[in-house]
């Protein structure tokens, strides 16, 4: 399963293009994960339907044909479905102009280079990204996903956190410290979707 949580170019000539964002897919994962704060024992379901595409560590998402690899396979689901099962509903985050920019400058690059993970060449590190845009609150938390392209199967990914032995991205996603997230999404050259979702317990935009 594709997890992770986890230089400008100055030229005389043309610039390298700007890859595109997906700007409805950022909000139905806000809303995704919305929906897994607030109804998690609902969400446990989602999780139990996921677990019959299973074939031993690999399973196939609906209308594809390649078998996505797993570290863990349905035990890392099953976990997350114990998890959800105990999880008491959480308010909802509420979006962030300011915190969807700061994870677009990642998405835009890591479109453009293949790159992985929370630190860019050009974008730095989230707290660097986070802070161009304004000043947060309390704590921060950056969750990238990897592969999925639409809402629900990028939030199942992050929070069954499949091969992270702290489920660190689940964390973020039910974290009460968090009152405020910011999502940008879009394609990316390596594993086809990806996410990357900022969080802050308050945010106020330059």
Not at 144 to 164: C, F, H, S, T
Not at 173 to 197: D, E, K, L, Q, Y
């Amino acid at each position: 399963m594709r997890i992770l949580c986890l230089a400008i170019c100055l030229c005389l000539a043309l610039a390298a293009p700007v890859a595109a964002l997906d700007h409805d897919l950022a909000r139905q994962v806000l809303a995704e994960m919305n929906l897994a704060r607030s109804k998690p024992a609902t969400y446990a379901g989602f999780l139990r339907e996921f677990r019959g595409r299973f074939q031993g560590k690999t399973y196939l998402l609906p209308g594809s044909v390649v078998h996505m690899q797993t570290s863990e396979g349905v035990k890392a689901v099953d976990e997350a479905i114990r998890f959800l099962s105990r999880q008491k509903p959480l308010p909802p985050l509420t979006w962030s102009d300011g915190l969807a920019e700061a994870a677009a400058e990642l998405a835009e690059e890591q479109g453009r280079t293949g790159g992985i993970g929370h630190t860019g060449r050009e974008s730095q590190g989230m707290r660097e990204r986070i802070e161009r845009h304004g000043q947060w609150e309390s704590r921060i938390g950056e969750n990238i996903g990897y592969g999925p392209e639409d809402a629900r199967n990028m939030v199942m990914l992050l929070i069954i956190d499949d091969g992270v032995r702290d489920r660190g991205h689940r964390k973020n996603i039910f974290s009460t410290a968090f009152t405020t997230a910011g999502v940008a999404c879009g394609r990316h050259p390596r594993f086809g979707g990806m996410c990357v979702i900022d969080f802050a317990g308050g945010f106020r935009k330059q």
